[in-house]
């Protein structure tokens, strides 16, 4: 008798201490600014709460300390717009789009046309925009956060298009003016290749490597744009290969010097879509991870090895969207170069935009039909999936090319 009580005793002892552990790893913890009906809505933890009423948002972006929210405004003339989470309270930041938080402080950069603004948002009721840059194409802050690189655009003078120009922009210590000096210049237009002025920049995580992608006239830059590799030392530039104007299908590694992307010309994301990982710069060693007959449409790096990506079967253009494949995730060993596929959507429905939230420990895509979209999240390897968020609006689709980053975004795990 005395040993069935003790076994039942550490039998429920076992199921205590287990069941909060499984029932964790189960549990969805994330912040989510998001976009339902065209208005900007907030999900922290299990809890919606809708920001604007009745307005065309796009776009949201949090702050580092996930205190504010950056986002769009209007479908046409565009504004920024902030979002104070703590307060409740909107401010105007200005006329303008691409904006920008940056790496470590509450310091927002937007551009207006061609200048370059930056708000310092430390009080939510005093927002100052102020000029820091002209003749701006396009910019990325520095890693440290301590200003900007950005490019020119190439002018058309004399049946003969301006070289790129990429501008460093700092702020030096006990001046609140930047300074502005030369950093690299691209010569826009020759035999084999030609741009007019470029995407935002990546660095890698050492620091040494920039990636862009030089685009030409937006014509062609429709079906092909030049992936390239700039040192930054500004002293070695690289061309690897032709890609989609998409700026989350090119992305370095967490750690190391892998960098991943998916090549192919060709407007249409149903064919000619191949995942690429980059190794060796400047030798520039290229391996393609896309079996023949399936096209990629974008990924996510889990870590230095593995990598999750939406993938489907090759297909030509269709105006029937029936005829067009729709993607699930499949998950890949870079080593022995093994896939598997870690989610299985319903019939006519597909798995976009993987993403690592929480330090890899919840991966989060978006489900859709085409017509309605809903935000899932599950373990990294798929299990335990869940709709995170329902009745997403539906991102711009452009052959089969779906920009999910205009309608939500995660705050990281340490916000």
Known sequence: MKKTIMLLLVFILFAVWVTPVSAAKQQISLKTAFVRNNDLWVKIDKKEAQVTHGEYVRNPRWSYDGNWIAYTKGAEQTEVWLYHV??????????????????ARNELAFQTGETLNLIRAGDPDKLEANRVA?????????????????????????????????????FEKGSNKPTTRLFYRIPSQSEQFFAVMTSPF?????????????????????????LCFLASNARSFVKAGQMLDQFDWFQWAP?????????????????????????????????????????????????????????AKEAEWSVEERKRPMPKLMRIDLASGQEKPITSPPARQGDFDPLFAEDGSKLTWVRTNRKTADAMAAEPDGKHAKRWIRQLTPATNDYERWNWSEVIDYAESDR
Do not use: C, H
């Open 255 to 311: 750690a190391g010097g892998l960098f991943a992307y998916i090549e192919g010309t060709g407007r249409e994301a149903v064919r000619n879509k191949r995942l690429t990982v980059v190794e060796g710069l400047p030798s520039l060693r290229q391996t393609s991870y896309t079996p023949a007959g399936f096209a990629d449409r974008g990924f996510a790096w889990q870590n230095d090895r593995t990598v999750v990506v939406a993938r």
């Open 86 to 103: 703590v307060t409740g309270s909107l401010r105007l930041a200005g006329p303008g789009n691409n904006a920008q938080w940056a790496p």
């Open 134 to 170: 002209e003749r701006v194409g396009n910019y990325s802050w520095l890693p440290d956060g301590s200003g900007f690189l950005f490019s020119t655009l190439s002018m058309l003078s004399g049946g003969r298009w301006s070289d790129i120009e990429l501008y460093t922009v700092k």
């Open 202 to 226: 990546k660095w890698s995580p050492d620091g040494k490597w920039i990636a862009f992608l030089a685009k030409p006239t937006a014509s062609l830059s429709a079906d092909g744009n030049t």
